[in-house]
């Protein structure tokens, strides 16, 4: 197949494409974060440059990477519990600031449902690596979502990094990460963090939630807390940070 990468900058007309290709690769809980749908149509406006895009010969989009630089004043491996939440926030004010940026963050990677399975997330994560290092960021950070981990909701993270499959880190999107050169840093356990009305979560998950209290949710990395008196559910969900030192 004949591919290509653009981003926001060189391909404006993209923006449409894109925000769509995210709806439908997002899960709903996560669409429906008030961080993101607020900051996200500001994170294509000021950072066009960031947004990376594979296309193939038709100019559809294979897959995409989202990441955003900011100004980090403390060793790298302190970065905050509060993760993707925080690092999408702190890019857009240092911008309105105009502090300069020493770190490169990583948002996601998606590829598309019909491009699944095809070695497209590793070919995105090398290009992502290629622009942080072009650009002569001090590292590249990600939070990074675990593939498997909605498959063991109540596990805790830290155990979760230490499962092993063949002597390697057990999570395929973890261990990819480490083959590529990264390096874990940590847990950040509030990484993203979503509140709703629980008729909200009955919607999204189509599942029995009767009783306040801590509960696994289809799609969620840990178990999602509710609380019938005041009507909402609580997810905190937890990601690994991982950092890339440049390489030229």
């Known amino acids: 197949m004949i591919y290509r990468f653009t981003n926001l900058e060189l391909s404006p007309e993209l923006r449409v494409p894109l925000w769509n290709l995210t709806m439908e690769t997002w899960n709903p809980i996560t669409l429906a974060s008030k961080i993101l749908q607020k900051n996200w149509p500001i994170l294509f406006e000021k950072f066009p440059r960031y947004q990376l895009i594979l296309v193939d010969e038709n100019e559809e989009i294979i897959g995409y990477a989202n990441s955003i630089p900011f100004h980090f004043h403390k060793n790298v491996n302190q970065l905050p519990d509060t993760g993707w939440d925080w690092m999408l926030e702190k890019g857009i004010v240092d911008f309105d600031k105009n502090i300069k940026p020493n770190l490169l963050g990583g948002l996601i990677i998606g590829v598309s449902r019909n491009q699944r399975g095809q070695q497209w997330s590793k070919i995105i994560l090398s290009k992502m690596k290629e622009l942080f290092n072009l650009e002569k960021f001090q590292n590249l950070v990600i939070p990074i979502r675990p593939i498997l981990k909605d498959k063991h909701p109540q596990i805790e993270m830290t155990e979760y990094l230490n499962w092993k499959k063949e002597d390697k880190v057990f999570d395929p999107w973890i261990r990819r990460h480490l083959d590529s050169g ?4 940590s847990v950040c356990k509030k990484s993203m963090t979503i509140e709703a009305p629980i008729a909200q979560w009955k919607n999204w998950t189509n599942e029995p939630i009767q009783s306040t209290g801590f509960h696994p ?12 008196k ?3 559910g609580l997810y905190e969900e937890p990601n690994v940070w991982v950092k890339y ?4």
């Open 230 to 232: 005041n009507d909402t």
């Open 245 to 248: 030192e440049r390489e030229f």
């Open 217 to 228: 949710i289809t799609d969620t990395l840990s178990p999602v807390y509710f609380d019938f």
């Open 182 to 185: 990264a390096e874990i840093i």
